[in-house]
């Protein structure tokens, strides 16, 4: 393959991850998060991962390339972070979007990235 040819497969390849068993373990861990009371959970979810409070029924899988690949932009922008290839990209709403790039791994944890509607990150967390 040419380097013509890689760029141009690159360039097409998705970057929305599609829908399985870990974007909806995030989306039900989003709800979670954007539902409950407890003040704890609250107080993190506020002061500590800035995840906007929108209702469950908001919270959906992001399956626009268009929206995937900002993000994708956003997180390469990021201090010390790679390119992810794809990831799962999550609405929140009007609000913004939490996103996870399953091979990009803390040790044995994850990163979530929350960003804003224009693609900036306020915040997220990295965790089991």
């Not at 829908?19 to 373990?25: C, K, Q, T, V």
């Not at 995840?51 to 919270?59: E, F, G, H, K, T």
Request: charged share 20%; with cysteine.
């Amino acid at each position: 393959m040419t380097a013509n040819a890689s760029t141009a497969a690159a360039q097409t390849a998705k970057k929305c991850r599609a829908a399985d068993a870990n974007s909806a373990n995030l989306i039900t861990e989003l709800t979670l998060m954007v539902t409950s009371t407890d003040s704890e959970t609250v107080a993190d979810r506020t002061n500590i991962y800035h995840v906007p409070v929108v209702s469950a029924s908001q919270i959906a899988l992001v399956t626009d390339e268009k929206v995937c690949a900002k993000v994708v932009l956003a997180i390469a922008a990021l201090p010390a972070k790679k390119t992810p290839v794809n990831l799962y990209v999550v609405k929140m709403g009007s609000k913004g979007y939490a996103a996870w790039d399953p091979t990009a791994v803390a040790g044995e944890y994850r990163t979530i990235h929350i960003f804003d509607t224009k693609y900036v990150r306020v915040g997220g967390w990295t965790g089991g």
